[in-house]
């Protein structure tokens, strides 16, 4: 399924306004190094900044203070997946079993904390040795250097999904043309294609249009009009996901299947605030009716998409709300082909977590049962993304005859027609008639 996107993709790991680039290590390191001349090293245990060599082992203050306190309390830690949480910066108070688990693996020293510091020098070893007689000398117990303590688990990892929430908030905001705005400014268009039934003949996975050539050619203009007015969302949704922290840092063929698999799932789910139960509305005004939608598809499933629509609809959604549902629908682990599954599963809770808090801050009443409207919309969704995926095996078997925009053919894996610019240029200005409302 490796596909790369020409214009779309290719620029995705060395973006430099990628906040999951401008967090990490490596870039911290870039960046440090820059300065000084020298890179900070990251944090063995979480990759966040180390502060420098705590209990054997180069880490963060965070982690030395955890692995401190683990030992100090004898505190034994439960694991609720297994031992297998992915532990980083954005969620290493998440499970703190697997947390410990990794300050030991990394090397951490037990002793190092019971005992304290190992010297580094002879030197300072036989100043160790002697400060036991000092003290009894002067009557005093030497007294350990303070140490800042971090704020509560809680309070950390709410701060943590809160800044997870507003980096996903932001991006969708930025790279949506779905809004509320250009519906107040929307100016209705038709597309005036509308080939010719057959008389019963066709399967459900073939249009249902006549065999005759000026059919197939109405046919041909009507998938351009919709695929030529679908594909800006592409750039939109490639953008939203290089901006969901961790995205960048998968394998790159899992990039590519989460947003192709995810693409049309979460453009359903944004131009519903444009569309209605009758008909699927574009960002720049076109209307496609339920006629020509069983026309390209086939009924069950331009009804169900225009029934979706309507049940999202019904919800109510705020922009907050969508950004992170949509995020979801992206971060989804039961993509088929993923290699890091396990990954994308802990940004997918992450992402979940970060949901549940936009909604509890919001003040809603019954977030359980908006969780659960959300779920329940999520498998409409996904049953509807792997069916439009069935649906186009039509223009796949059919390419050399249809003309369609290049990124849609790339993300819809559509063999692309060698045929001259000035044919697709024609393709895309046809003719539109207008209509008001």
């Keep these: 399924m490796k596909l790369c996107f020409d214009r779309a993709f290719q620029r995705f790991r060395e973006d430099p306004e990628s906040p999951v680039l401008a967090n990490s290590p490596e870039q911290q390191s870039d960046s440090a190094g820059a300065g000084s001349g020298k890179a900070a090293a990251p944090c063995k245990v979480c990759g966040d900044k180390a502060s420098g060599y705590h209990y054997g082992v180069t880490s963060c203050e ?20 297994d031992g297998k949480c992915l532990v980083i910066r954005l969620n290493r108070n998440r499970c703190q079993y697997c947390r410990f688990k990794k300050c030991l693996a990394v090397g951490m020293s037990r002793d190092s904390v019971r005992y304290g510091r190992v010297p580094k020098r002879p030197r300072e070893a036989a100043t160790t040795e002697n400060m036991p007689d000092l003290a009894k000398s002067s009557g005093t117990e030497p007294t350990p250097p303070p140490e800042v303590e971090e704020p509560d688990a809680e309070t950390l990892q709410n701060d943590l999904t809160r800044e997870l929430a507003k980096v996903v908030i932001t991006a969708h905001k930025n790279n949506n043309s779905y809004t509320d705005e250009v519906k107040t400014t929307l100016q209705l268009k038709t597309i005036p294609v509308k080939p010719e039934r057959t008389n ?53 063929d899992d990039q590519l299947i989460l947003i192709k698999l995810g693409f049309f799932e979460v453009w359903l789910s944004r131009a519903a605030k444009l569309s209605n139960e009758e ?29 979706y629509v ?24 039961q993509r088929n082909g993923l290699c890091d599954r396990e990954t994308i599963a802990s940004m997918y809770r992450n992402l979940g977590d970060a949901l549940q808090l936009v909604l509890t801050e919001a003040g809603v009443a019954d977030v359980p049962a908006r969780i659960d409207a959300f ?20 223009c796949r078997d059919h390419w050399q005859r249809l003309v369609l925009p290049a990124l ?29 409302g």
């Excluded at 203009?221 to 592409?234: E, G, K």
């Excluded at 060698?418 to 539109?432: M, Q, V, Y």
């Design 375 to 394: 779920a329940v919309a999520t498998q409409e969704v996904l049953t509807l993304g792997a069916r439009h995926n069935e649906l186009l095996s039509w």
């Design 408 to 436: 849609f053919s790339e993300i819809f894996d559509i063999p692309k027609a060698e045929e001259d610019e000035s044919l697709a240029s024609e393709r895309a200005t046809a003719p539109i008639s207008q209509e008001t």
């Design 200 to 252: 019963g003949e066709g399967t459900s996975k073939d249009p249902v249009i006549s065999s005759t050539t000026s059919s197939m050619e109405a046919l041909s203009t009507l998938w351009y009009n919709v695929a030529f007015r679908m594909t800006p969302s592409v750039q939109q949704v490639v953008e939203f996901a290089k901006r969901i922290p961790g995205f960048n840092v998968l394998p790159q």
């Design 279 to 307: 008909s699927i509305i574009f960002d720049d005004g076109t209307v496609v009716t339920l006629e020509q939608l069983e026309i390209i598809y086939d009924a069950p499933f331009a009804n169900a998409m225009l029934a």
């Design 62 to 81: 965070g982690c030395k203070g955890f692995f401190r306190r683990s030992i100090q309390k004898q505190i034994e830690y439960r694991c609720l997946r």
């Design 310 to 333: 309507n049940n999202i609809n019904k919800l109510l959604l705020t922009d907050d709300e969508l950004a992170m549902f949509t995020a979801n629908l992206l971060i989804y682990p």
